[in-house]
Every structure is written in C-alpha cells, then in structure tokens.
C-alpha cells in the first residue's frame, strides 16, 4: 500500500505535473498543480473525496512528479503526457488541433483579430501560439481590443456594415467597416498588437502601469484595478512557454548527489514538446568526477539493453563529460546523422537543462526520504556502531554564523522515517566572543540537553556533532557536567580532503576515530544527517541577518532596490502575481536581470 504520509513530507510546493501508477507500472493519473505538495495531499484527505477519486486512491502503488516553471507549463505538459500515457483516469484531450489559437486575418486594409480552435493553412494570415488556456486567450484578447480597438468580427459581417456596431459605441473597435480610421493608422495598432503578441513591446505593458498609478494617486481605485487585470492578462498572453518553446529535438540530462547517492533525471523532448521524464540511481563510486558517471550513464543509457533508444540530434548535459568527442562520435553514427553533446546552452534549451536540474534534486530528496532507503542505512549504522538497538532517534547539531556575528546553532533530528522536521529547533547564540564556535556548541548543547535532565523533551538514542574533535570534546564535556552518560556521541569531521566520503568518525567516549567505506549505507544516513544540520543552520543564520525580510517581503533581497520593487509591483499588480511568475517571466521587468531574478525567486519560494 502507497504510503502516503512519507511521500508527501518531502514533495516540493514548486508547480508541476504528477503522476500515479499502480502495483503492475500501470499509470493512473496524470495531474497538474500549482503547488505539488497542496495538490497531491488532497487526495490523502480522510473525508470528502468523490467515489472515482477513491477509487482512484485505492488502486495507487506509486507517485512521480515533474517540476515545472510555471502552472503554465504544467498545463501544457500535462496534456502532453495525457495523450501519450492515455491513463484511463483522465479525460482524454484531442489531438494537437485542440490548442487554442490567435489568428490575425489576411485582409489587406483592415484584418480583423480572432480566437481560433487549431491551426490551418488555408486563407494565409498569421497565427499566434499554440497558448495553454483557451479562457486565457478569450479573456486576453477582449484586453487586446480594448488597448487596440481592433475588430473581432467575421469577414461577410465586416462586408455588409453600413453603420458602426455596438463594439465601436463601447470603445472596443475603430470602426474600420465604414472608414472611421484610416487604413495607415489601422496598421500601425494591428502592428502594436503583432509585436505584443510575439512579445516584443514592453512599452504597452509600461502604459498601463502609469495609467493604473495616475488612476491610484486620483482614487479612482476601480480603474486602477482594471489596469492591473489588463497587464495581467496581457502578460499571460506573451508568456514564453519552455514546455511547448523551440522546436527540435532532445533528451536533457541531469545528475544530482548528496549524502552517497547519486540520481540521473531524462527529460525527453520532441518536436520542441516536454513528453515526460525518467529517473535513475547509478551506482557512484568516489573515485568517478560527475562527468565521467555521465559518460557511462549515457553509453549505457543508449547503447546498452536488447533494443536501442531513440538518439536525438542534441543531448544536453549541465558539465563537461568525459570523452565527449568520442561518445558523440560514436552516438551520431549509431543514429545515421550528426548527434551533439551539449551543455553551453541559451534559451529554451538553457531552460530544459534548469528544469532537468531541478527534478534530480527534488527527486534525490524524495528517493533519501523513502522508508526503505531509511531503514536500510539504519540497520547498517546500528551494525557499524555496534548499539544494542536500531537508533529511534538522532539529533545533529551545528553552528552557523557570518564572521562571527548573527550565530545561530541548528538541531536537526531523524526517526526511522527519516527527517522529523517538526522537531528542529534553532538557537539564537548571544554572550559568546564572536567567532567562538566552541562556546557557542557550548551553550546550545547546554540549552538542549539541561531540559532533558529535568524532564522536558525527548531522549535521542544517538547525538551526532558536525565538527572535529574540539567541538567534540566540548560535547563530552557538557554530557559529564550533566550527568549524561547512556547516550553515545559521535563527532562528524571533514578527512584532509574535504571530500564526500572521507569524512573521519570519532567517538567522544573512547577517543577512537575511524573511517567508513564510502558506499557504505551507515555513512550515507550521516552524511544525509550531516548535511541537513549545516543546510538548517545556514538557513536560520541567513534569516537572521536578513531581518528586514520579514518587514516586506521584497526588502532584504541583495539588488532590489526601492525602484526595482516598485518597478515588480507595477508590472505585477501585487506580490502574490510576483510569487507565481516564473524567472523568465521576472526578466522581462525593467532593471531585473536573470541571476537577479533568480535570487528573488528563491527569496520568494524559501529556496
């Protein structure tokens, strides 16, 4: 039976596609969200699910997601998916006909610009899109009418006028169908509208925005939000979308590793579509730099198997892999034509890539928080340090801080089900000379283990210190002033090398240090511990030295400015527009650059 509980501790809150599969692979479901964990977890209430949603719950084995950019995108890839998984779950969709359309007309003086349901070749004309929503593209296109009073009418209507219509009389159209503009000026707006629609005109956007802060400063409050709308609309049209972007051909490949285990994500594109992604979990040696796990990956990934896989014509890659003249070499004539090794990439391939990057790191984190991997590395942890029993709990400690100030002492605990997140507590250090990362271990250690001694709290069964033997003999040391001497204490040093997998063990009670293998379960369980303590630590430090976060939620994010703010908050309309739009999505705000927008974006989404 799914367990549901474990699963969705780890899932992000990002948007993006899931999908649910039975005990035979069988898919399910396919779904979109705008957040993953939201979503997914309304399916686990305990009451007020529908009969075929139960029945769908029943029937789950397992659950894969797919990160995306944007809601956008999941619309899109979402529909990709359902047509080529077909799971009987879903409504089915049509073909690609069904994407909605905005076709600019062919006439000669005065085209008229329509919603369209698919695309065609007869009668010339322009098309903008394919766009994910069709309530989307209506909704924008009465916005563009109303901006360019351009006319929505059908080619017998327009012929046959002798007098303007009710569209001219509520300002939605110039009427062209009786001359009341010139044939000139009439370009010039379908001109305006073209280059907005393929995103090349800011300056319209730019309009609005002054309008609905002139509207602002005169109260008439109304107007200001219909201003807002506007642009909201107009951006949702001129979105770029990386699901349904450049055309061509592609599989991206991405690797993650943390804590011993490594995970390769495929991300296969065709046609310039997202059709869905693949996980993998190599084994990883220390000795193998990630380019060189790459290149096995992927003459194993194409080559390797009874049937060989499609071979695209590129193959993106996020680091250099090794002996990737001949492995191109060798994939392009298995393939009968040029295949290129890729990973200095720029627009939606650039994006491809960040995408793949992500659902690796997410899906590691998840595969880390799965029971089975947890119990496995608390069994071989137990056997490595010969306990009497499975450790049912273990607490990390470590000290963070910025040249010695705003230091902070995080304390991360794990179960047998792996991170208790609940549980994590941070510790404000005060009255230590700054720097001093030994009283400072001093004090938190003493904060903690002071209220156990008297009865408050929960007794670990396992301490581990993020430090060498220093910070380990100030551990020791607060044990003995407080009587503990039933809990075992172990400290977590970097070897010489600094490297993953050379970490050196010592135990506070016997002095003994020693080394683990570096495929070993146990050691992955502490560097995984390890890790996390040092990531929440930094977190708790970084929000404690950017106070003025929690004033407003823009302030304290290093490069934006008051007028960078003010510029995101007229082009978005609010801060809640802000958290939904994608990086991409964030360029496009004058004085916003890509690092800086992806700064914001992990400001905004606690990343």
Known sequence: MFDSKDFLKQLTERPGVYRMYDDTGGVLYVGKARNLKKRVSSYFRKTGLAPK??????????????????????????????????????ILLRDDKSYPYIYLSSHSDYPSLTFRRGRTKKGGGTWFGPFPSSGAVKESLNVLQKVFRIRSCSESYFRNRNRPCLQYQINRCTAPCVEYISPEDYQQDIRHASMFLEGKNPAIIHDL?????????????????????QINHLRHVQEQQSVDGEGGDADVIAIAQDAGVVCVVVIIVRGGRVLGTKDYFPRFSLEQSEGELLAAFLGQYYFGGDTRREIPRDILVPVAVEGEALLAEALSEAANRETRIRGNVRGER???????????????????????????????????????????????FDVSHSHGENTVASCVVFDENGPLKSD????????????????????????????LVSG????????????????????????????????????????????????????????????????????????????????????????????????????????????????????????????????????????????????????????
């Open 350 to 396: 650039r994006r491809w890539l960040e995408l793949a990057m992500t659902n690796a790191r997410q899906t590691l984190l998840t595969h880390l928080a799965s029971k089975e991997t947890v119990y496995r590395r608390l069994l071989a942890l137990r056997d490595l340090l010969e306990l009497a029993e499975t450790p049912a709990r273990m607490e990390c």
């Open 424 to 451: 994590y507590r941070l510790y404000n250090i005060e009255g230590v000379t700054a720097g001093d990362d030994y009283a400072a271990m001093r004090q938190v250690l003493t904060r903690r283990y002071r209220r």
């Open 209 to 229: 925005m002054n309008a609905m802060e002139a509207a602002s400063k005169n109260l008439e409050f109304e107007k200001a939000a219909a201003y807002r709308d």
């Open 53 to 90: 949603t139960e029945a769908l719950v029943g029937k789950i084995a397992s659950i894969e997601v797919t990160i995306t950019g944007s809601e956008t995108e999941a619309l899109l890839l979402e529909q990709n998916l359902i047509k080529s998984l077909r799971p009987p779950y879903n």
């Open 456 to 607: 408050e709290g929960k007794r670990p069964s396992l301490v581990f210190i993020d430090g060498g033997k220093g910070q380990l003999n100030i551990a020791r040391e607060v044990f003995e002033e407080l009587g503990i001497s039933d809990i075992p204490l172990i400290g977590v040093a970097k070897g010489v090398t600094r490297r993953a997998g050379m970490e050196q063990l010592i135990d506070a009670m016997t002095g003994d240090v020693f080394r683990v293998p570096a495929d070993s379960p146990a050691l992955h369980l502490i560097q995984h511990i390890r890790d996390e303590s040092h990531r929440f630590a930094i977190t708790g430090h970084r929000a404690r030295r950017d106070k003025k976060r929690r004033q407003s939620t823009l302030e304290g994010i290093e490069g934006v400015g008051p007028k960078r703010r003010r510029e995101l908050i007229r082009y978005f309309g609010g801060i809640q527009e802000i958290r939904k739009a994608s990086v991409d999505e964030m360029t496009k705000v004058q004085g916003i650059s890509k690092s800086l927008a992806e700064s914001i974006y992990a400001a905004l989404h606690d990343e």
